[in-house]
């Protein structure tokens, strides 16, 4: 805009713009950056915008509160700071070719990384999406985090239990409710013969073609109540060598008291219960001889005091009677040739 005065003895000329529009436009961007300052520190996810401004440079424009809290940085170490100043390596690498991914591919790119904050180590599940102006250039990305740290450290601790379990002869089983095997340990595989891939998702009364020594109903009513079930299942290996076990079962229970899972620990006692039917039988015939030579020995006896054959032959029938159980006989005496006398 132009604009002349004109006074007595000397004339005044001034040049305007009018910038009511970049006013606006300004105005526009600020309340667009406080509604998502106020949206970052609302939402409980980990969220950033970054400018892109070439293939290497990344600049963090904005980041929710909860990318503070988690990473242990403040909001002067990483708004404004570009990409390397604020995620080390390895992550950094992984963080450009992901980047580069999206733009390339115009489309949003997920990944996992693992990477050391202030706040120690961090594992993220990370997505970030490109947004391109009219001349079809990425101007920014946005991204979330989900934080996956504390589902890691509870893998590795699984990976760390499962590791120690291995160490068991015993076979150790996880199942379902329903009888579906999650877990088998290398116990498990020694003595049955199915691996982890054969056994994970079977159910095990199938696979194991089981015989319980009591209704498999009450077993689970005794595991619902007491938390626990003990007793001698027969199982047929894979190759099809039929097992007598000693299973114990420990019921694991959910927030809402319900089983989730049940821990089933097995071992082989096929040699102990036939050693143990074994010596019940030898156990049984040494009974039987001592008997047998009891009753000879008190005949014997009796026979050698009485020097009168009925005296002597009602001993001996007694013994007869004690050793065969004969409820009626006659006792006489044979010549050489067999005749009765």
């Known amino acids: 805009m132009w604009q002349t005065r004109q006074h007595s003895r000397s004339a005044i000329t001034v040049l305007g713009t009018d910038i009511t529009e970049r ?11 406080h509604e998502l300052a106020s ?8 969220l950033f915008f970054l400018s892109v401004k070439s293939d290497c440079d990344f600049r963090f424009l904005s980041v929710s509160q909860s990318f503070l809290q988690v990473t242990g940085l403040n909001e002067h170490q990483v708004v404004g700071k570009s990409v390397q100043e604020v995620i080390p390596e390895p992550s950094l690498s992984l963080v ?15 990944w996992e990384e693992v990477t050391d904050y202030p706040s120690g180590r961090k594992y993220g599940e990370v997505t970030a999406t490109p947004f391109f102006d009219s001349s079809g250039r990425c101007t920014n990305l946005i991204g979330s985090v989900y934080d996956i740290t504390k589902r ?46 054969d056994a994970v998702g079977q159910k095990s009364r199938l696979l194991f073609k089981t015989k319980f020594s009591e209704p ?29 076990v000693d299973s114990r ?12 899972e049940i821990v089933e620990t097995n071992v082989d006692i096929t040699e ?41 032959a009602r001993a001996i029938f007694d013994a007869c009677k004690e050793l065969l159980g004969a409820t009626a006989g006659y006792v006489a005496l044979l010549s050489d040739d067999g005749k009765e006398m």
């Open 23 to 33: 006013k606006k436009a300004e105005e526009t961007l600020l309340a667009k950056e």
């Open 96 to 110: 450009f070719e992901k980047y580069a991914q999206a733009i390339r591919e115009r489309k949003s790119v997920k």
């Open 152 to 197: 890691k450290k509870d893998e590795e601790a699984l990976r760390k239990q499962a590791s120690i379990i291995d160490l068991s002869i015993d076979a150790i089983i996880v199942k379902k409710l329903d009888d579906t095997i999650t877990f088998w340990s290398n116990g498990a595989q020694t003595l049955y013969g199915w691996t982890k891939e």
């Open 272 to 312: 102990r219960k036939k050693m143990e039917q074994e010596l019940s039988n030898s156990l049984k015939e040494s009974r039987q001889s001592e008997s047998e030579i009891s009753a000879l020995l008190k005949a014997s006896r009796t026979v050698l005091k009485n020097k009168e054959f009925p005296d002597s």
């Open 39 to 46: 949206i970052y520190a609302s939402v409980p996810e980990v």
């Open 216 to 244: 498999y109903e009450e077993i689970l009513e005794q595991l619902k109540s007491k938390g626990r079930w003990s007793g001698e299942k027969i199982h047929q290996t894979k190759s099809c060598r039929t097992i007598i």
């Open 249 to 260: 079962w420990l019921a694991t229970r959910d927030l809402q008291g319900e089983i989730g």
